[in-house]
């Protein structure tokens, strides 16, 4: 019998998988899907998951980030990382090493997908499979966590992401942040001759249509040639609890506020960390406080931005009065980055 199961082989999946073997633990991973797996994510990783991430072994390549920059029209507002220098990084490739690392610590991934997950006490069965515990990485609509009945309502409040990549050599270390009425537009440069662009909305219109509604990103990407948009949505997903006896949600299955602020993978690998911890001192009722803690602060400050900027007039003041204080703004960056 195994120690671990981890359904969902995306990066924090395979950073759950890659820690409990380097703990001494029989982990394997079930992924439904085939080599290296894309995602529509803004692609930045501050400087905190770059720590997290050198911890495990793990070094991707990507393009040097050094802080945050808000733009509205006329008005900035910008802060530098004073942790370190964070990395903009394909999805796809940070994925392509985690998978690497994780083989070489021995890890086994078995490519087929789980329809049942039954607690027996002093084991949980994947599929009949018996395991000491299973960790559930998959994703915002987690298959686990409907099973395990651990949903919680959506929230009436529904925000969709989409993605695309563009062949232009990036004009800033930063990433830019770019706010109109419809929503927000992420770039990431993620190499020297390519840049990420994410926009974030409520609305359903397709990735072009928004994007005009960012008349700076269109001048500067004019004639930079496009890769296929990917989307996902919608964001926000709540769950009635991160643990059920021996499973333990972790990363976006164990709910997901919005991609406002950023750096999701920062704490999905933190709650890998824990999750780790909790299985290899046989006490799942750990991980449930410490995972909260983990996220409350990047969950309040996401919250907080996410309810103000509900409101039109707020909206309109918030880069002016990022860029009126500037220590706050520096203040808030510096503690998502961490």
């Known amino acids: 019998m195994r120690d671990l199961i981890v359904v969902g082989g995306g990066p924090v999946g395979l950073a759950v998988a890659l820690g409990a073997a380097r703990a001494g633990l029989d982990v394997a991973v079930v992924e439904r899907r085939t080599g290296a797996i894309d995602k529509a994510c803004g692609e930045g990783l501050m400087p905190g998951a770059i720590t997290r991430l050198a911890a495990l072994g793990v070094h991707p390549e990507g393009h040097p980030l050094t802080g945050i920059r808000y733009v509205d029209g006329d008005h900035r507002a910008e802060a530098s990382f004073r942790s370190g220098v964070g990395l903009g990084v394909r999805r796809t490739t940070l994925h392509a090493a985690l998978s690497e690392a994780a083989a070489a610590a021995g890890v086994v991934t078995l490519h087929r997908s789980v329809t049942h997950v039954d607690d027996a ?3 949980v069965l994947v599929d009949g499979e018996p395991a000491r515990y299973l960790v559930a990485a998959d994703g915002l609509h987690s298959p686990v966590r409907r099973m395990l009945g651990l949903d919680q309502p959506r929230h009436r409040q529904r925000r969709y992401g989409q993605r695309c990549h563009f062949a232009a050599a990036p004009w800033t270390s930063f990433v830019e942040v770019h706010w109109a009425e419809v929503g927000e537009a992420y770039v990431t440069p993620v190499s020297e001759d390519q840049v990420g662009v994410a ?23 004019a004639g930079a040639a496009p890769t296929r948009v ?24 164990a709910g997901y ?36 803690k983990l996220s409350r602060r990047h969950e309040l400050l996401t919250q907080g931005l996410l309810g103000a900027t509900a409101h039109p007039r707020l909206r309109r003041r918030l880069v002016p009065s990022a860029a009126a204080l500037p220590w706050v703004f520096d203040s808030v960056v510096n503690q998502l980055a961490g």
Do not use: K
Not at 266 to 291: F, I, K, N, T, W
């Open 230 to 253: 990917l989307g996902a949505g919608p964001l926000r997903q709540r769950s009635r609890r991160r643990s059920s006896g021996r499973v333990l949600l972790v990363g976006d299955a």
């Open 199 to 221: 926009v974030l909305s409520e609305s359903r219109r397709g990735f072009d249509d928004l994007l005009s509604c960012f008349p700076e990103i269109v001048d500067r990407l």
């Open 257 to 292: 506020v919005d991609a406002l602020t950023g750096e999701g993978i920062a704490v999905g690998l933190a709650q890998a960390s824990a999750a780790v911890a909790a299985v290899a001192a046989d006490d799942p009722a750990r991980y449930e406080a410490s995972s909260r």
């Open 121 to 123: 006490g002093d084991r």
